[in-house]
């Protein structure tokens, strides 16, 4: 056992399929620099249609509560509102994980529109509320972006109805910090979103930044590496091991290969330990208890209050 599983009591053994989440691409309008995937509008990988095909056929299988779209900004893949119709008329609840920008880009602005039509839940990047802190980590002219296209949602009733769902997430700043406590933080940003911008949301989602892509590499570059692993080894919390999401959901990537994490598919890793590793060669009994692979970037996932695609484990 590596030291991870070990230090877990291990090895993590996958419980049940309750998210699907689904990579739709690379392509990005940003280039972040906590980019965990190195995303940016040179990557072209991008999921066919045929895949998509898999991917609802699998959903129809495993039946999960979730399905969770993620990217790049999947806004830029040309199938996503096929792939969403499909979803809703199959009944599934779906969330994208948008970067707001990118419902700026021409072609792109009736994106609101549609995922409100459609009931899909939306996760949206915001790792500060005080602009100069965005521009440093995203970049331009984003955050004035993401303000005006939060403000649409919101007035498509994003924040405020039931089943218009927006979450925010929050990235720590390049450095060994660990996100602060969530619902203290969702406190914070809850006043200062509406004060500053008048701007609501539902949930405030804490997420701790993964030592792999171009995190690991602005880390390397301030010097900062070896003591964010120590931050993460030190800050080890046994209660956060049974929420750890590769236990209850499964990662497809744009090219149909099966992942336990979008970390795990950052760093070129698919499932293993016998299990195939490709959306057309599946055994679905396999897939719901395997073995996961880990590795020592998983310590992220079980650092303080623990962290997920989902928040913080310990509420
Ligand atoms: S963090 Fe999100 S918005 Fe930024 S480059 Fe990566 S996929 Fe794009
Ligand atoms: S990085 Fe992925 S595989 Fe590792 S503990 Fe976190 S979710 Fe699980």
């Not at 100069?132 to 405020?160: D, H, I, P, Q, W």
Request: net charge negative; proline share 5%; charged share 20%.
């Amino acid at each position: 056992m590596n030291e991870f599983d070990t230090k877990t009591g291990g090895p993590v053994i996958a419980d049940g399929i309750d998210i699907l989440q689904v990579n739709v691409g690379l392509t990005c309008n940003q280039a972040c620099i906590h980019c965990h995937l190195s995303c940016s509008p040179a990557r072209k990988e991008s999921m066919s249609w045929e895949t998509m095909k898999q991917v609802l056929a699998l959903a129809d299988q495993i039946k999960p509560s979730m399905v969770d779209i993620t990217g790049g900004a999947p806004e830029l893949n040309a199938h996503l509102k096929d792939l969403i119709v499909r979803l809703k008329q199959r009944g599934f609840a779906m969330q994208v994980r948008t970067n707001l920008s990118a419902m700026e880009e021409p072609g792109l602005t009736d994106f609101p529109e549609f995922f409100a039509d459609n009931k899909v839940g939306l996760v949206a990047s915001m790792p500060c509320y005080l602009e100069e802190n965005v521009s440093a980590m995203r970049g331009g002219k984003c955050f004035s972006s993401s303000v005006s296209v939060l403000r649409k949602l919101n007035e498509l009733g994003y924040g405020t109805q039931d089943g218009l769902t927006i979450d925010l997430v929050f990235n720590p700043a390049v450095g060994p910090n660990l996100p602060p406590s969530q619902s203290a933080l969702e406190g914070d940003y809850k006043r200062e979103m509406k004060e500053r911008y008048d701007i609501v949301f539902n949930r405030l989602l804490t997420i701790t930044n993964v030592p792999i892509g171009r995190y690991m590499d602005e880390l390397k570059e301030k010097g900062q590496d070896h003591q964010y692993m120590e931050l993460l080894t030190e800050s080890f919390n046994p209660a956060t091991v049974d929420g750890l999401m590769c236990r209850h959901q499964v990662n497809i990537g744009w090219d149909g290969r099966l992942y336990d994490c979008d970390f795990n598919q950052a760093l070129g890793l698919p499932v293993n330990h016998g299990t195939p590793d490709r959306i057309e060669d599946l055994d679905l009994n396999q897939l719901v208890h395997r073995q996961v692979v880990t590795g020592r970037h998983c310590f992220a996932c079980t650092a303080g209050a623990g962290s997920s695609c989902g928040g913080a484990i310990q509420k």
